[in-house]
């Protein structure tokens, strides 16, 4: 489990208005913590159009490398730190570019310069 994987994960149970379901996830912690239990991932979305204009949110273009099947946003805002247990499969992997996208934006949500 690496940096920049795209994984099919078990977000359930959830609460309020926290991201639902079993839906892909991208893994963005360090490679040096793999060895970690935890996981620190950003939930994948159906792109919306209204997205556009929210800077956490990343556009994420089906390829085959990346296994998506929909055009998908990976909304930064939704990034939490989930148990190893939750990731079901291995979809694929992301773009370096795109990766560098969902760095950007956590930057941004997160408040780091």
Avoid at 76 to 82: E, W
Avoid at 91 to 103: C, K, R, S, W
């Amino acid at each position: 489990m690496r940096r920049g994987e795209v994984w099919q994960v078990n977000l359930d149970p959830t609460m309020g208005a926290e991201i639902k379901k079993s839906r892909p996830c991208v893994i963005v912690n360090q490679d040096a913590l793999a060895s970690l239990l935890l996981k620190i991932i950003v939930p994948l979305t159906t792109w919306n159009e209204r997205f556009e204009n929210a800077p956490w949110h990343v556009r994420v273009k089906t390829t085959r490398q990346n296994g998506l099947k929909t055009e998908s946003s990976a909304d930064t805002f939704q990034v939490r730190s989930i148990s190893a247990k939750r990731l079901v499969k291995k979809i694929g992997v992301l773009e370096p570019t795109v990766l560098a996208d969902i760095n950007h934006a956590l930057s941004i949500s997160l408040a780091i310069d």
